[in-house]
């Protein structure tokens, strides 16, 4: 959940270079920051809690000497948010710093151990020991990489990790389950939890897998696997995305401008190797069961993708939380189950605690993510990239729209190549799923004041409910996430025919109750629960499609979409508005939608 950057350069000065580089990493982790260099055989050391900015103003980032360094951004795990356990953390020495994004999970009887030889720990983190480790290593004559090397041997947990040391030219990384990619350009070679972060600098990256060390000099990248010290050949990779695609464009923030790259989004998802989406088709067609397993965000997009299983294929998909999975289905899981697990990041530890369980139970992986190189993606037997380029705003929006896409299109291969659905439903499908980026396109502009209007409405309020029936109770849960966690206001989101079952009991005068209702036979019967509310002085408000006239005429607010696509498609479509409302109701609310308090893009612990 932290970002760590390190960079040794021919000619300048590191500071400024890793200070901009952690702007480019705070959606990671935004409570504290530090950066540490090297010169002339001394180390420096500025940190602090607070954002970059602040540490910036109080500290000046950019002032430290030296020409290697290193430098992270944090999401408190072990130990509050504050200075002293703010990274880089340094030794007794004061001659070597790590930065380190992960957890040590055996950190307690390393550091009562280290403590016994005397070592003084400043921090009340995890992450603290591995200073020590490497200075005791030191001392016993071993050379920083051999003491970077035994060090790695001793922890167990999750880690990315960079470590300098005064006296040496290099920078040392080790990882195990936690993202670091190396960047090289003519001025020098980096180090990275993620991709945005180099691309100022360069777009040549080399990637670093579980268990290897890198050892960075500007002489040369050497990558050895730590258990047998074997020497790694790695070829470096071109990233193909461009420093707009990292950056607002334009937008005051990167939330909106991510709303408004979904028809580019979905148009990307369904790029996809059809070879790909057939093989991943057939593991299932050979399978007799079925799951669908993420969090968040991702979850709704497989409780959505679940409806068109059952109603393309008569499959019982079940969409599972990832951290319920091992106590609710692990049981069930054999060599003869499908998991299809849906992360963003590809980093979410519960998403994998999951899926190595199943992978271990003899399960078939089908990963779907957005990052190359995640972890997922390495675990999966198949994996399947939504192509969304990079996202910044915290909570998730085009990469929902993505994993809705590819998984729709999955469903639907499937059930062409399998199930129910004829080739002239195939084809309407198909086309119909390519027709949702030009429906997006043509109203997000419009609908955009709509949304502020509607925003209006809830920004005043404590709760809001979202409601709906059949595959789009995943769009009201997901709408309700999107304005609880950006807007900091409670909201519900559950199947509306649940409403006198209890929740209706909240409903009072101007209640904000959302309807996602798309037109035909579930607009009829919304219509009866949209009155429900009415009758106890709800405010109505409709995200709903052109002709479903009655719902329009019962609400006191609507987004109305021109569309007529097949309602196991409508989440797509659905998702904008949502979007827009929560991010509007943020801004009003004066909440940094990119930045929610508590929250990091990759949730990395369990
Ligand atoms: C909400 C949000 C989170 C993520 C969840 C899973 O906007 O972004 O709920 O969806 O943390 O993350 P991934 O998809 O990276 O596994």
């Keep these: 959940m932290c970002g760590i950057f390190g960079c040794i350069v021919n000619e300048g000065e590191v500071a400024p270079l890793i200070h901009l580089a952690l702007k480019r990493l705070e959606y990671r982790g935004y409570d504290s920051a530090g950066i540490a260099t090297v010169y002339k055989g001394l180390l420096f050391l500025k940190k602090d809690s607070g954002r970059i900015d602040e540490i910036h103003e109080k500290l000046d980032l950019n002032s430290l000497p030296g020409m290697i360094g290193i430098g992270h951004t944090r999401w408190a795990t072990h130990g509050a948010p504050n200075m002293e356990n703010a990274h880089p953390h340094t030794d007794c020495t004061g001659k070597i710093a790590i930065a380190h994004n992960g957890i040590i999970e055996n950190y307690i ?13 400043k921090s009340r983190t995890d992450s603290e020991v591995f200073a020590h480790l490497i200075e005791d290593n ?17 922890i ?12 040496e030219d290099k920078i040392l990384c080790v990882k195990n389950e936690s993202p670091l990619i190396i960047g090289i350009s003519d001025n020098g070679v980096f180090c990275a ?55 607002k464009g334009g937008f ?99 998403t994998l605690t999951a899926v190595k369980n199943a992978k271990m139970r003899g399960a078939q992986i089908i990963g779907v993510t957005n990052v190359i190189g995640s972890e997922l993606a390495r675990i999966s037997d198949i994996y ?105 206001i409670h909201a519900e989101g559950y199947p509306a025919g649940e409403s006198k079952h209890g929740p209706i009991a909240l409903v009072e005068e101007g209640f904000p109750c959302i309807f996602i209702t798309p ?9 009866g629960n949209i009155m429900e509310m009415k009758a106890r002085g709800a405010k109505i408000i409709s995200i709903t499609q052109d002709d479903a006239h009655e719902v329009k005429e019962v609400s006191d607010i609507f987004i109305s979409i021109e569309s007529n696509l097949s309602e196991i ?18 801004i009003l609310r004066l909440k940094d939608p990119d930045k929610p308090r508590n929250l990091a893009k990759s949730v990395t612990v369990p």
């Design 138 to 154: 030191i001392k016993n004559n071993m050379s920083f990489e051999d003491s970077v090397k035994q060090a790695v041997k001793l």
């Design 569 to 586: 498609l409508t989440p797509i479509i659905f998702s904008p508005p949502l979007q827009l409302i929560a991010y509007h109701t943020a």
């Design 519 to 527: 037109t035909g036979e579930t607009s009829v019967k919304i219509l």
């Design 384 to 488: 399947l990239n939504m192509q969304a380029g990079p996202e910044i705003g915290v909570a998730a929006t085009k990469t929902y729209i993505s994993q809705l896409t590819l998984l729709s299109l999955l469903a639907i291969n499937f059930s062409h190549n399998y199930g129910l659905a004829s080739e002239n439903i195939y084809r309407r499908l198909l086309s119909e799923l390519y027709e949702a980026s030009v429906i997006i396109e043509k109203y997000l502009r419009r609908i955009d004041n709509e949304a502020k209007r509607i925003a209006q409405v809830i920004a005043p309020r404590e709760n809001v409910f979202y409601l709906s029936r059949g595959i789009n109770v995943a769009s009201a849960l997901e709408g309700a996430l999107k304005l609880k966690e950006i807007s900091y």
């Design 109 to 121: 009887e390393i550091k009562k151990s280290l403590e016994s030889k005397g070592h003084i720990f």
């Design 156 to 167: 167990s947990g999750s880690y990315a990790i960079a470590a300098i040391h005064a006296d």
């Design 193 to 247: 939890s993620d991709i945005p972060a180099l691309l100022p600098y360069t777009n040549r990256v080399i990637e670093l897998f579980d268990g290897e060390m890198a050892i960075l000099s500007l002489r040369n990248i050497k990558i050895i696997r730590i258990k047998d010290e074997s020497i790694v050949q790695r070829y470096e990779t071109i990233i193909d995305w461009s420093m707009d695609m990292a950056e």
């Design 252 to 350: 005051p923030h990167f939330m909106l401008k991510e709303i408004y790259e979904q028809p580019r989004a979905i148009r990307d998802a369904l790029r996809i190797d059809k070879r790909l989406i057939n093989i991943a088709s057939m593991l299932i067609e050979n399978s007799d069961r079925l799951f669908l397993v993420a969090c968040g965000t991702s979850y709704h997009a497989c409780l959505a993708i679940s409806y068109i299983f059952s109603e393309l294929s008569l499959i019982n998909a079940i969409p599972c939380i990832a951290s319920e999975f091992l106590k609710s289905y692990a049981q069930l899981v054999d060599e003869s189950t499908v998991v299809i697990a849906v992360s963003q990041s590809g980093e979410t530890r519960d």
